[in-house]
């Protein structure tokens, strides 16, 4: 259902489109992490599923796309 798994310091994403720039070049880089169609690891949230997201962070960011299934 989902090509990527996203994760930061803060939350874990499922989608299908991932965008990672980074946006600065000092010691600490700004990057930015833009999905689409995404799935949010988030007890909190009352809807975990979202059409676009926008992340801005200065820590690490995992992106790993996953295995295609197998038909």
Excluded: G
Excluded at 40 to 54: G, L
Aim: glycine letters at 0%.
């Amino acid at each position: 259902m989902f090509k990527f798994a996203v994760e930061t310091e803060r939350r874990f994403y499922l989608c299908n489109h991932v965008d990672v720039q980074v946006k600065s070049d000092s010691p600490r880089p700004l990057v930015e992490v833009r999905l689409t169609d995404a799935w949010v690891w988030d007890m909190y949230r009352k809807s975990r599923f979202v059409p676009n997201v926008r992340v801005l962070t200065f820590k690490d960011v995992n992106v790993e796309e996953l295995p295609a299934p197998e038909i």
